[in-house]
């Protein structure tokens, strides 16, 4: 099939857009590299797949392209692009969250009102349960979002939502749990612990490190996607989480035991935004993808470790 990834030299684009063009599908990437962490990395994470022929790559905005031209032959969207960061998202930075988030959201769908697509994938993310009212939550919990880059994911859901209910697009909304793994953005709790145990530098946690995530292997996320691709579900929104819940300091101490290092702790004020804690309930996505997460964050931390190393060699 024909696939379009926006946001494809991100850590998740990238590594979906790999798979896919693995699977023999042909991709059509789209990437405008905002500043948010440095254009070297994401230049370094497309590096694989500009060998490919099956692979197409577009620098641009997707809010200054002709995207009913870009949608003419494609199959399946896979809309990675965004925004990305919740303690980043307040104040004026604001608008870049509603520009990136919300509003190029709404023109992919408006293009792909006139194209006959077999499937849009949006990325979410947990972010939009906010502290949520019962752990592990349920895609039936009432959303509510405690940050602003949370509101705009959810922004993005809805709007999934009505071009489904009102012009048939067969849409379906990933809730990403704390996605980890090689390729992993700078700015992310685990690049930020190992890059700070490998260098014998201090870790800086906020709030008391008591705080719990479900973290999700970036490969477990690549094969939701890819189910969902797959799946005879549409209109639909799927939690999609690593299936254990762990505290910070928890994770502390596995990093400890793969680096064979001790980390040096600094605890510090808690971020506005940022939810006490996580955990996804993926009995439907389970059911209706077939989801089934097969890392656990030993084995997951253990190949981000190798890959922070390599890139300090």
């Given at each position: 099939?024909?696939?379009?990834?926006?946001?494809?030299?991100?850590?998740?684009?990238?590594?979906?857009?790999?798979?896919?063009?693995?699977?023999?599908?042909?991709?059509?990437?789209?990437?405008?590299?905002?500043?948010?962490?440095?254009?070297?990395?994401?230049?370094?994470?497309?590096?694989?797949?500009?060998?490919?022929?099956?692979?197409?790559?577009?620098?641009?905005?997707?809010?200054?392209?002709?995207?009913?031209?870009?949608?003419?032959?494609?199959?399946?969207?896979?809309?990675?692009?965004?925004?990305?960061?919740?303690?980043?998202?307040?104040?004026?930075?604001?608008?870049?969250?509603?520009?990136?988030?919300?509003?190029?959201?709404?023109?992919?769908?408006?293009?792909?009102?006139?194209?006959?697509?077999?499937?849009?994938?949006?990325?979410?993310?947990?972010?939009?349960?906010?502290?949520?009212?019962?752990?592990?939550?349920?895609?039936?919990?009432?959303?509510?979002?405690?940050?602003?880059?949370?509101?705009?994911?959810?922004?993005?859901?809805?709007?999934?939502?009505?071009?489904?209910?009102?012009?048939?697009?067969?849409?379906?909304?990933?809730?990403?749990?704390?996605?980890?793994?090689?390729?992993?953005?700078?700015?992310?709790?685990?690049?930020?612990?190992?890059?700070?145990?490998?260098?014998?530098?201090?870790?800086?946690?906020?709030?008391?490190?008591?705080?719990?995530?479900?973290?999700?292997?970036?490969?477990?996320?690549?094969?939701?996607?890819?189910?969902?691709?797959?799946?005879?579900?549409?209109?639909?929104?799927?939690?999609?989480?690593?299936?254990?819940?762990?505290?910070?300091?928890?994770?502390?101490?596995?990093?400890?035991k793969v680096t064979g290092t001790k980390a040096k702790i600094?605890?510090?004020?808690?971020?506005?935004?940022?939810?006490?804690?996580?955990?996804?309930?993926?009995?439907?996505?389970?059911?209706?993808?077939?989801?089934?997460?097969?890392?656990?964050?030993?084995?997951?931390?253990?190949?981000?470790?190798?890959?922070?190393?390599?890139?300090?060699?």
């Open positions: 099939m024909n696939v379009l990834v926006t946001g494809v030299a991100g850590f998740i684009g990238s590594h979906l857009a790999e798979r896919l063009l693995g699977m023999g599908h042909r991709v059509t990437g789209v990437d405008c590299f905002t500043d948010y962490y440095p254009r070297k990395i994401k230049e370094s994470n497309l590096s694989r797949m500009h060998d490919s022929k099956a692979f197409l790559f577009h620098e641009d905005d997707l809010l200054q392209m002709d995207l009913t031209a870009l949608l003419k032959d494609i199959d399946v969207v896979f809309h990675e692009a965004a925004q990305a960061g919740v303690r980043a998202s307040w104040g004026s930075s604001f608008r870049i969250y509603t520009e990136n988030n919300v509003r190029a959201t709404q023109c992919l769908l408006e293009a792909a009102k006139v194209v006959k697509l077999k499937k849009f994938i949006y990325a979410s993310s947990s972010s939009i349960y906010g502290d949520a009212e019962t752990y592990p939550t349920a895609e039936n919990m009432k959303p509510m979002p405690i940050s602003p880059y949370g509101v705009t994911k959810l922004a993005g859901e809805h709007l999934c939502y009505l071009y489904y209910k009102n012009y048939s697009i067969p849409t379906v909304s990933l809730r990403y749990f704390t996605v980890y793994g090689p390729r992993q953005r700078p700015d992310m709790a685990f690049n930020k612990f190992i890059t700070a145990i490998l260098n014998d530098k201090e870790i800086a946690i906020y709030g008391d490190g008591k705080q719990t995530r479900d973290f999700t292997y970036i490969e477990d996320i690549i094969d939701a996607n890819v189910s969902a691709m797959d799946a005879q579900v549409a209109g639909d929104i799927f939690n999609i989480g690593g299936g254990s819940r762990i505290t910070v300091n928890d994770t502390i101490r596995i990093i400890e600094r605890y510090i004020e808690k971020q506005k935004g940022d939810v006490r804690h996580t955990a996804a309930d993926i009995t439907r996505a389970k059911k209706l993808l077939g989801y089934a997460p097969a890392y656990d964050l030993e084995k997951g931390l253990t190949n981000e470790v190798a890959w922070l190393q390599n890139l300090k060699t």
